[in-house]
């Protein structure tokens, strides 16, 4: 029989999203990154050193935690994957590391990156510092001001912030003029592309450096449950890289459930949402074929939500396939409603949550957690950079 794969294939698919629909001047750039990424990321001099960063710089395995009140107060067995204990608080490292490894073998000097909110940007602005590479992060004029300490951690780390003033001043506008920079300058610069969006390959690459989250999953989950793998696994997603790693080795095992939590903002119908895969329709963004909010002339609709790593209008291939083919299912989650579990993670086990991650906790609310079942929640970052937000938002009850 032939099982639907949830893998890309050989031509950058999966089923009918991803691709890469590219402007004919970048087809140079793609075409040396698509020829090269598998051998080189599968050799074993990038696998050795790959291994010795996340372990000795990122500080992974990261642990799988027994969240007992959590589970106390829902009902059943919640682990929480700590990505947030990452060096730079969040899952993004995975993915930089990889790609500045994989830029040196390519023989790249010059790093470009996008960067909305500003967590990618300090990524990639970190691993340059130590790679001795020279860094470029394109940021919209309004997010430099919106986000003015993911700045100066930048500049510190050595990177070059390059405002962007055309559109809207955001995160669409940065990804233009990065591209637009990799176009004049195919030689000697790598892109870093901070999701499992863009053209093919970044998705299945950014999924890949990723996959070390279900990797060791599946050795903390045998330790900790006697199986390899959970009955539900939850994650936020924005461009999707965090749920994307967090899946990858439960992909084909359909006894593990996957719920992809997305950002509804003030409500899917709200007008201000970033519900991408509920409110979206087939169209083309940044080079992949996907799901992605536009209106009737096709035209990008501005997404909404608290959170600035969800605010994005579209989603990485390979979630568009994993909803229509309805291997995942997609919850929708309120500002109001991840405020609430930011709180309620807080006080119950101690871990302050970024805003993205809080809506993944904010969907145990919406699902039926049975009291023998294994959730694993990827706890993708960690909350100092929403200390405003937060205290600026107190829930009115807990
Ligand atoms: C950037 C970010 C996200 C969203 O990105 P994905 O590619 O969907 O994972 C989620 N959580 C945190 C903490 C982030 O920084």
Not at 14 to 30: D, F, K, Q, R, T
Request: charged share 20%.
């Amino acid at each position: 029989m032939n099982k639907t794969s949830y893998n890309v294939d050989k031509k950058g698919f999966y089923g009918p999203y991803g691709g890469a629909y590219i402007p004919e001047m970048l087809y140079p750039n793609i075409k040396e990154l698509e020829e090269k990424y598998l051998g080189i990321i599968e050799s074993e001099s990038f696998r050795t050193e790959f291994h010795y960063l996340l372990r000795d710089y990122v500080g992974r395995p990261t642990p799988l935690y027994f969240a007992k009140r959590l589970s106390d107060r829902y009902g059943s067995n919640i682990f929480l994957k700590r990505e947030d204990l990452n060096h730079t608080g969040a899952h993004k490292i995975n993915n930089t590391v990889g790609q500045i490894i994989l830029a040196r073998h390519l023989g790249k000097h010059r790093i470009i990156a996008e960067t909305g909110a500003g967590q990618h940007g300090v990524a990639t602005a970190t691993v340059c510092a130590r790679a001795g590479l020279n860094c470029i992060v394109y940021m919209g004029a309004l997010d430099v001001e919106r986000q003015a300490p993911n700045v100066r951690k930048m500049q510190m780390l050595g990177a070059e912030v390059i405002p962007v003033h055309s559109g809207n001043k955001t995160l669409k506008d940065a990804t233009n003029q990065a591209i637009r920079d990799w176009i004049n300058n195919p030689v000697d610069t790598h892109y870093i592309i901070g999701s499992v969006v863009g053209p093919h390959p970044y998705p299945d690459m950014v999924t890949r450096f990723q996959s070390v989250i279900s990797e060791e999953m599946k050795v903390q989950l045998t330790e900790k449950t006697g199986r390899d793998y959970p009955d539900v696994i939850m994650a936020c997603v924005g461009g999707g890289s965090n749920a994307a790693g967090a899946y990858y080795h439960y992909l084909h095992n359909e006894q593990v459930r996957l719920l992809s939590v997305e950002a509804a903002g003030k409500g899917v119908d709200s007008g201000e949402s970033a519900a991408t895969s509920t409110l979206g329709s087939d169209g083309i963004i940044h080079g992949s074929r996907t799901l992605l909010m536009q209106d009737v002339d096709g035209q990008i609709t501005e997404p909404y939500s608290i959170s600035a790593g969800l605010d994005y209008p579209g989603v990485g291939p390979i979630h568009a396939w994993l909803k229509m083919s309805g291997r995942a299912e997609i919850i929708n989650v309120t500002d109001d409603e991840a405020l609430h579990a930011a709180y309620l993670l807080s006080k119950l086990e101690g871990i302050i949550p970024a805003l993205e991650t809080a809506h993944a906790v904010a969907a145990l609310d919406h699902v039926k957690p049975d009291p023998e079942q294994n959730i694993v929640i990827n706890l993708s970052g960690r909350g100092d950079k929403d200390m405003e937000a937060y205290t600026e938002n107190l829930p009115n009850k807990i």
